[in-house]
């Protein structure tokens, strides 16, 4: 395994789950314009046609084949192979980050879209499982508490190098450590037995608390159109509806982040759909057995940084 923390059972279990999911594997090429235009012997040369995590194993019956719509019916079994590739990349990736207390972020392409489809599972699944589990009915609530920051990138690009190095402040830091507590606390109290209203009373005075902390530097970049948004928001899947539908402002240099933990997202946005789930019981106990495996207690983030830096130098970084 290289030297990868986590259990290989469960994350080959996950990526069988999710594999199978038609939604899925169709994300994972979605509107690659670049990918489409390759010849089926480049396609060839991208795909892995014989991997031994796709194949039947004892009773479970092999992967299923892309049955999306193509123009050209030869290239199916490449493009799924490299749709499936992207899914185990983007799984590893979370895992690995999780594993390791880091936030991994994503920006751009394919993998943007398959977290997104990861986050919106998750949401859809643990909030159906919170009607009948008093734990999974905070950590549904977690799921809503959202954060995203931008700066007008169009002004930052004007501007001299030594006016950028001042950006880099104390109350940047300052900012940046408030932002970490506040995920920090709002993950240790969906642990806690708090009642729906008393969790939402704690989880605002924190974010008022937050903003506070954030009012120095925003006074310092405001030059740069500098916003902060952080809420709590009402109903299900906020982190996948407001977030992962794209809410980066158009020519501005955007982060996100939320309390949602890496594995949270991972266990409950692989291990399960809606359609999986006919008792809640089998979910739970599934979902508490992985959480135990992650730990979980680390947020994960989504930026555009890499998409801009791909148009800046007129490279080809974001089709790939």
């Not at 235009?37 to 892309?66: C, F, M, R, T, Y």
């Not at 008393?198 to 405001?222: C, L, N, P, Q, T």
């Amino acid at each position: 395994m290289g030297g990868y923390p986590l259990d290989p059972g469960f994350m080959l279990h996950a990526y069988r789950s999710v594999a199978r999911e038609q939604e899925v594997l169709k994300t994972a090429i979605a509107g690659d314009d670049r990918l489409m235009s390759l010849s089926d012997g480049e396609l060839e040369s991208l795909g892995i046609s014989q991997s031994h995590a796709d194949g039947a194993i004892n009773s479970d019956p092999p992967l299923p084949v892309l049955e999306a719509s193509l123009s050209r019916e030869g290239s199916r079994e490449y493009l799924t192979g490299i749709a499936r590739a992207r899914i185990a990349s983007t799984m590893k990736s979370i895992g690995y980050c999780a594993s390791k207390d880091l936030v991994p972020l994503f920006g751009g392409g394919s993998f943007e879209k398959l977290v997104g489809v990861f986050a919106a599972r998750a949401a859809q699944v643990i909030d159906r499982v919170s009607d009948d589990d008093p734990y999974w009915r905070n950590r549904s609530r977690v799921l809503n508490l959202a954060h995203d920051e931008y700066i007008n990138d169009d002004v930052l690009s004007e501007m001299p190098v030594d006016e950028v190095l001042k950006l880099r402040s104390v109350a940047w830091g300052k900012q940046a450590e408030a932002r970490e507590e506040l995920f920090e606390a709002a993950a240790e109290l969906a642990h806690e037995a708090l009642n729906e209203d008393d969790f939402d009373k704690a989880v605002g005075s924190r974010i008022r608390s937050y903003r506070s902390a954030a009012e120095e530097i925003r006074r310092e970049r405001a030059a740069l159109s500098f916003n902060i948004k952080c809420e709590l928001l009402k109903g299900t899947g906020g982190i996948a509806a407001s977030v992962m539908g794209g809410t980066a402002v158009s020519g501005a240099f955007s982060q996100m982040q939320t309390a949602m933990g890496a594995g949270t997202l991972l266990l409950a946005g692989c291990l399960w759909s809606l359609n999986r789930i006919t008792e809640n019981k089998p979910a739970v106990d599934q979902l508490r057995l992985a959480e135990q495996e992650f730990q979980d207690n680390i947020c994960f983030g989504m930026h555009n940084f890499y998409r801009n830096l791909a148009s800046g130098l007129g490279s080809d970084l974001e089709s790939k």
